[in-house]
């Protein structure tokens, strides 16, 4: 049976650090800026890094995501890597935005918009949860 645990926590953590949606660090003009629907290089890092620390809580540390092999417990770095990575990849505004804000496909603008983000969320998750769930790329430590 599959695990939809890291599925969840991956797209909720998404939605919500999607700089420009709800918060935005660094904001263009003051340290911290809320629904501003811009983001900037330095934002997305910052909120990468706020995302790895996050989802590294719920899938390693609380165990939404363990699995256990041969008695002893195992931490799936799998769905961490994935899920930041893509996290990157997937910002509105970053390398592309579907909607834009003037045409159906942009590059790079650094802008975002609801219709934006609720599409990039999609593509999230239908990447997210392929590669989680159907391909089952794990990384194993113990």
Not at 68 to 89: E, Q
Not at 111 to 123: C, D, F, R, S
Request: charge should be positive.
């Amino acid at each position: 049976m599959s695990d939809w645990g890291p599925v969840f926590v991956a797209v909720v953590l998404f939605v919500l650090l999607t700089p420009g949606l709800l918060i935005q660090v660094p904001g263009r003009n003051r340290f911290v800026e809320f629904g501003n629907f811009q983001t900037s290089g330095v934002s997305i890092l910052v909120h990468a890094i706020i995302y790895f620390a996050l989802i590294c809580i719920f899938l390693l540390a609380v165990g939404v995501h363990m699995y256990m092999a041969s008695k002893t417990t195992m931490a799936d770095w799998g769905p961490v890597l994935i899920g930041v990575v893509l996290f990157i990849l997937l910002q509105p505004g970053l390398l592309f935005q579907i909607p834009g804000n003037n045409k159906s496909l942009e590059f790079g603008t650094m802008k975002t918009n609801g219709k934006a983000i609720a599409v990039h969320t999609l593509i999230f998750f239908a990447l997210y949860a392929i590669l989680i769930l159907a391909v089952h790329v794990h990384i194993y430590t113990g």
